[in-house]
């Protein structure tokens, strides 16, 4: 039985760190000094995606989210596979409509010397003559921990006391980039509907979080592209798209060469359920840390909700 | 397409009557810079044709971008503004009227009226995809009072360079998100109609012949796709390893979804930087 632990944290500072997300290296380092040894060796921890605090309806599979809900300050029922990616990817396509939805869903900047931060909400204030006050929308952070299959019951669920008032990211000494635990709960990724994965005759892989190629980091391998990453059949849209970022461990900086996260190759492999169990608890180097985490798609499903209404036919 | 005017259609290959067409899309949306509904523009502008139907459906897909298809809903009631509400304003993204308008109404004689006619009124077309890919003033305008941060210079610029492909023969499918960068300083490298953004370090383009340029494919129906997309790309014009603001760009890239938004939030950071020097986005960061 495999568990993950879901978090979902609300920004109560400016942020300073990653913009991408906050790192999973950075939510470890956070947690792991608050709990005890047998925790801090055995937790993973993912990459924290940010997730603004604005109704929405579930798309891309997801099933156990009602249409016109409340999100980003509370975790839904994951029932389905796809429920656990409902706030893993930073497009956020179940933010409403009936508000600007990319004002909703950029992060507000603040301007601190000589560094952006991200603010902990954005107020959109209304014109003068009409009721009611400003709207805020608030931001959040969602992540996941899971732990090595021999203390999971032991470790998991995290006591909700350790996790309250994290903080991540540059000047946390200062006051930045606290979160406030939000909600919590625990799944069984046993116990989650595959069946649209089972259905599908061919997927794709999408790169939640970066695959890590190469690092510095004392001891890591080196990686090649996974070979059930059928990077040919890409080739008609142009090569990965790689960056390279850095992992620090206290006074050191470790460079890490990584395939960048939001891209999607065919999958290649024989047993796309196996994969997408593996995808969440992340492959490759530093998955401890957040990187390599991967969803599985059926092929013939797009990310864009939006080209099926357009191939569907429908009144511009 | 049956409403389109059968000489309005250009031949590809035929300069001629192919430069006609694309008069047409610098001018079509002259109705909005002036602050006015499709049904309340003018027939003429100094002397032009303006507020024309696109031919070869390429204002409905450009539209289709950057709003959601069916019937519009009001995004932010009671505003009822052209005027854009930037994104790139801080933490205090004032989403209301700001009182001043006269971006919205400008007269046929003013200052605003003399920056429209830069727009359109040459009959050189290449001329005027260069004054739409340098102007300020379209920038300040939504391309529909329903969807407040959408903006009407990249609109333009998306019905411009759909409408040249689609003349050449190309569909939708057919066409990639493009990149290019250069020094600051340098000439960026830019298509004719098919340029849809220049910035002072990199430009970005929609076409069907992306050559070795980083490109990522539209994908099969016009949408609201940019994060989709821009997320696709092998690679980026700029250089997130090494500078955080570049990252934060980024970021925020894969978070919009309307292409003329997107593309406007990219002018605007880039301004930011530009005013501000090589080294901090102080001056001009709140737009």
Request: aromatic content about 8%.
């Amino acid at each position: 039985m495999t568990r993950v632990q879901q978090l979902l944290f609300g920004v109560a500072s400016p942020y300073f760190g990653h913009p991408y997300f906050v790192t999973g290296h950075a939510l470890y380092a956070a947690i792991a000094r608050r709990v005890d040894a047998v925790t801090r060796r055995s937790i993973a921890v993912s990459h924290g995606v940010f997730v603004p605090c604005a109704y929405g309806s579930p798309v891309d599979g997801a099933v156990s989210v009602r249409p016109g809900s409340k999100l980003g300050d509370s975790l839904p029922a994951v029932e389905a596979y796809a429920d656990l990616f409902l706030y893993r990817d930073a497009a956020h396509r179940w933010v409403s409509a009936s508000r600007p939805r990319d004002a909703t869903n950029t992060h507000p900047l603040q301007q601190y010397r000589d560094r952006v931060a991200f603010a902990d909400a954005a107020l959109f204030s209304r014109p003068a003559d009409t009721e009611g006050a400003a709207r805020r929308v608030s931001w959040a952070v969602h992540c996941y921990v899971h732990a090595d299959d021999d203390v999971s019951d032991a470790v998991l669920p995290i006591s909700e006391d350790v996790l309250d008032g994290l903080r991540v990211g540059g000047g946390r000494n200062y006051g930045f980039g606290e979160l406030s635990l939000l909600d919590s709960q625990v799944i069984a990724l046993e116990d989650l509907d595959y069946s649209r994965l089972h259905a599908a005759d061919e997927h794709r892989v999408e790169l939640v979080t970066p695959y890590v190629t190469a690092s510095e980091f004392p001891g890591a391998d080196s990686q090649s592209v996974p070979w059930w990453w059928d990077v040919a059949g890409r080739a008609a849209t142009g090569g990965l798209r790689r960056r390279a970022t850095r992992l620090v461990k206290g006074e050191d900086v470790y460079d890490v060469e990584t395939i960048d996260h939001g891209q999607t190759v065919p999958y290649a492999g024989s047993d796309p359920v196996a994969t997408a169990r593996n995808g969440v608890t992340r492959v490759g180097t530093h998955s401890r840390y957040g990187f390599g985490e991967l969803r599985v798609r059926p092929a013939g499903t797009d990310r864009v909700p939006e080209r099926g209404e357009g191939r569907a036919g429908g009144d511009a | 397409m049956s409403d389109v005017p059968s000489e309005a259609l250009g031949a590809s290959g035929d300069a001629g009557s192919g430069d006609v067409s694309m008069l047409v899309a610098y001018r079509h949306d002259v109705h909005k810079l002036r602050g006015r509904s499709h049904g309340h523009g003018a027939e003429q502008f100094r002397g032009v044709r303006v507020n024309e139907s696109v031919p070869l459906g390429a204002d409905g897909d450009a539209a289709l971008l950057s709003r959601p298809r069916g019937r519009p809903r009001d995004t932010l009631p009671a505003r009822e503004s052209w005027r854009r509400v930037p994104l790139l304003a801080g933490a205090e993204a004032v989403l209301a009227d700001d009182g001043d308008d006269d971006v919205g109404d400008v007269g046929d004689a003013g200052a605003g009226g003399a920056a429209i006619a830069e727009l359109v009124v040459s009959d050189d077309s290449v001329a005027l995809h260069e004054a739409w890919l340098g102007a300020s003033v379209p920038a300040l305008v939504s391309e529909s009072v329903y969807f407040p941060t959408t903006s009407v210079k990249y609109h333009t610029l998306l019905v411009a360079a759909l409408l040249d492909n689609y003349r050449a023969g190309n569909a939708f499918e057919d066409l990639w998100l493009a990149v290019t960068s250069h020094e600051p300083g340098e000439v960026a490298t830019v298509v004719p109609h098919r340029t849809v953004l220049v910035t002072p370090w990199f430009a970005v383009h929609v076409t069907a012949e992306p050559g070795d340029w980083p490109a990522a494919r539209l994908g099969d129906v016009p949408a609201r796709s940019f994060a989709d997309v821009w997320t696709r790309l092998p690679d980026v014009p700029f250089d997130v390893d090494e500078q955080r603001r570049w990252r934060v760009l980024d970021a925020q890239l894969r978070r919009i979804r309307a292409w003329s938004t997107a593309l406007q939030y990219i002018e605007s950071f880039t301004a930011a930087l530009d005013s501000g020097g090589s080294g901090t986005p102080v001056a001009g960061w709140s737009v």
